[in-house]
């Protein structure tokens, strides 16, 4: 997504397909918009983008990649791996 469509998506708001998150999201809530998108017709979740729906103007507060994918795949073990 260039900046350009990104401005319109924030501009747009959420939706029952698009979320916003702010950098620091609980890992919890992460997992519950991700479950809430598995069981519906999926969406995305845009990350770094909090109230009032504006990217922060500083890079310091966004989340690391990895660390989000890790934190994502633990949660997310949690509700469909059989113990």
């Given at each position: 997504m260039d900046?350009?469509?990104?401005?319109?998506?924030?501009?747009?708001?959420?939706?029952?397909t698009t979320e916003f998150k702010a950098a620091g999201i609980h890992p919890d809530d992460l997992a519950a918009a991700l479950v809430?998108?598995?069981?519906?017709?999926g969406g995305e979740i845009i990350f770094?983008?909090?109230?009032p729906h504006k990217?922060?103007?500083?890079?310091?507060?966004?989340n690391d990649d990895k660390m989000i994918r890790d934190k994502i795949i633990k949660k997310l073990l949690n509700?469909?791996?059989?113990k």
């Open positions: 900046a350009e469509a990104l401005r319109q998506r924030l501009r747009a708001g959420e939706n029952l809430a998108f598995a069981n519906t017709s770094g983008a909090g109230e990217l922060p103007a500083s890079n310091a507060h966004r509700y469909f791996v059989m």
